[in-house]
């Protein structure tokens, strides 16, 4: 077991501009989140699935980003017509049934630093 | 609505105690969770309180009063490597996931 993983780690992008993220949680993790964090900010949530099903959305998830984990593995985040606001770490995490009712013990991956120009 | 509040910065020498306060606000309530984020790091769990009283993990312990929407982490015998951010994310009830707040940046000098 590895771990969260997050790929890309870095992604500079100009404004406009799609850009996808992906994440693969600890393989035997049903649950997984996607949060936000700013500098001097805690991670903001964003969206969580159970298996392949999005649960969850907050409404900082506007229309410009969809998230999708087709066959309850990976997952991807997908920001359209980037805007520089979106300018942040994007981070992934994963619990299991281990992680308690809610997943209060979630894991996190690296995070994936975006830079919208 | 939720909130939560923590003091933003501590600040402890190294091999004292040092106490993080957390209070929050919640429309239905879970648990507590902390969490450490080292900086340029990703969070990673340290304690969870569902039940009122004190939670010890090593040199860490957490504590919680459902009844006064309070907890606070207890770290000991301080190391230069504790050095990070520490954040306390409570649940709400139907929710799947995490409240965090802006955190707690603390600071072990020697």
């Known amino acids: 077991d590895t771990g969260v993983s997050q790929n890309p780690r870095h992604k500079i992008t100009k404004r406009g501009q799609n850009v996808t993220f992906r994440c693969d949680p600890i393989s035997e993790h049903n649950r997984l989140y996607w949060y936000r964090q700013t500098l001097g900010q805690g991670p903001e949530f964003l969206t969580y699935f159970q298996n392949e099903a999005q649960l969850e959305k907050s409404r900082l998830l506007s229309d410009r980003f969809s998230a999708e984990r087709p066959k309850g593995s990976f997952s991807t985040l997908e920001i359209q017509r980037t805007e520089q606001g979106d300018s942040a770490m994007y981070l992934c995490a994963s619990s299991g049934i281990q992680g308690g009712t809610g997943g209060y013990e979630q894991y996190f991956g690296p995070g994936t630093r975006l830079t919208v120009t | 609505g939720q909130s939560l509040e923590q003091p933003s910065e501590v600040t402890a020498v190294e091999g004292a105690i040092v106490q993080i306060n957390c209070t929050y606000q919640t429309s239905g309530f879970y648990g507590l969770s902390w969490y450490q984020q080292h900086d340029g790091g990703a969070p990673t769990f340290l304690s969870y309180n569902a039940l009122d009283g004190l939670e010890e993990t090593g040199r860490f312990s957490s504590f919680l009063s459902r009844s006064d929407s309070y907890g606070y982490l207890l770290l000991q015998e301080l190391q230069m490597k504790d050095s990070a951010s520490y954040f306390c994310?409570?649940?709400?009830?139907?929710?799947?996931?995490?409240?965090f707040g802006t955190g707690t940046r603390l600071t072990v000098i020697p």
């Open positions: 994310a409570p649940r709400q009830t139907g929710a799947n996931n995490l409240f």
